[in-house]
């Protein structure tokens, strides 16, 4: 009998940029080896699709809304997508996978909280050194 981990959601964001030593060919053909990865495991249903993100963007915060400040290259988000797994470790082989990552891109893995947000209980958001509240 065969046991079966429940599947928990977890958020996969692209970062970075392609690599400048690499032609758009070499570029084209991780893009499309993503999407036979990328289609591979939506089918099989641990991959929710995502979207790629625009290149505009407008910063909003208790300032108002402005056009920046922007992110370093290698903090630029282009794209996001869910992946389906056992834990925050198989989410994390499963991005590895990726073909892109060879080619100057980086995924960041994170679990999605089903908690509704709490200013008691320690979160992402949560200011000072974890542990400090719980």
């Not at 505009?56 to 797994?85: I, N, T």
Request: aromatic share 8%.
């Amino acid at each position: 009998m065969t046991i079966k981990t429940a599947l928990s959601e977890y958020l996969i964001i692209s970062r970075g940029q392609w690599d400048k030593d690499r032609s758009p060919e070499e570029i084209q053909k991780a893009i499309d080896d993503f999407y036979i990865w990328h289609d591979q495991l939506v089918s099989e249903g641990r991959l929710k699709a995502g979207q790629r993100l625009g290149r505009e963007v407008k910063v909003v915060s208790e300032l108002g809304v402005s056009d920046g400040p922007f992110a370093e290259a290698k903090e630029v988000v282009g794209g996001y997508w869910f992946v389906m797994a056992g834990s925050l470790d198989e989410a994390a082989a499963l991005a590895a996978q990726n073909p892109c990552l060879a080619f100057g891109l980086i995924n960041e893995v994170r679990p999605v909280e089903e908690e509704r947000a709490s200013a008691f209980r320690l979160s992402c958001e949560t200011p000072g050194k974890s542990g400090d509240r719980k």
